[in-house]
């Protein structure tokens, strides 16, 4: 139970501490600041967690389980800082369940909704992809979870087309 | 100490089973390996913690098993199905990939032949008009199943919440 307990409540410990931070400045770059939240919530409460006398088997358990609450809340986070296409247009579609929305309305509804150039803007923001005479080159190496899904796709072979 | 590998194990056994599940099918039927992945890892999950709760069951052993183990497991597998989700539907992992694959990256004009808004658009409601989310009915189109609406929700107030804001495309519209 004091597994249980230690990690559930350093993860809500470092919600509390995202909201506040997030309240009172939004970080440049949403990603890396979370990650940096949780891992220093983690590194912090490690002292504490032995003062109270937790094993080395207990503080592994409870901090895999905080890890693992935390990089969902992260990818979830995802989802938050950008529209999802797809839940943005079911939305779209849900507030008018009497008549249903036409295909010229779902259209125009993307129109003011330019995701393609969002995730371009995003790419160079995060300077993964850079700008020259018109060309967009990949710039530098990518992350390791950048590689990482890469690779993987590798696996799955050709994917259609469309995101 | 050894509690400790069997939800890692088991998302183990939910990679491999959805991987070659997937590769057997040659890419069809995605959703059901992933489906598939995750019932044969939570079945091997089960599988690990029987004998581990039978050679020294308590209570603290049991709460240890649903409340940390079983969550581990959820989550990690959940985090898989994103990563992979990722590599699928990601435009942003799309487009980077492609700018990867040539030599002198993309055009903008090439972007937008390749990935353009309206192409997004097609693929998009033909998805769900396929998996029963949206329904087609006399040249309009209404939600089938609302669990993307609920999600998409959820989403909209987290958003309003953390950012002040309830699009990404707030200050483009303004």
Known sequence: MIVFLSGAELFALALVAHVIVW???????????????????????????????????????????????????????SAIEGDSPTLSLMRFVAEKPLQGRTLREIESFFAERPFIRSRISALLHSSLVREENGRYLIQGSPSLPFRLILGFRRIYGEIPKGG | MLDLLIPILSVLVNLTVQVLSFRHWRGSNYFLTIILGFGVGLVAFVVMEIPFLWRSFSTDHLLTALLVNAPIYVCLAYCYYIFVQLGQTSIRIRLYAEIASKTDGLSADEVA?????????????????????????????????????????????????????TSEFDQVNE
């Open chain 2, 113 to 165: 032949r390749e990935y353009s808004d309206d192409s997004l658009v097609a693929v998009r409601i033909q998805r769900l008009v396929e998996s029963g989310d949206l329904i087609k009915r006399n040249g309009a189109f209404f939600v089938g199943r609302r669990r993307l609406t609920l999600i998409g929700n959820i989403l909209f107030f987290a958003k309003l919440f953390l950012l002040g804001k």
């Open chain 1, 23 to 77: 309240k009172f400045r939004l970080p440049k770059h949403h990603t890396p600041a979370l990650l940096g939240i949780f891992f220093m919530a983690l590194l912090l409460c490690f002292p504490f967690a032995l003062i109270q006398g937790l094993s080395l088997t207990e503080i592994l358990h409870s901090s895999l389980l905080y890890i693992s609450l935390s990089l969902c809340y992260v990818i979830t986070y």
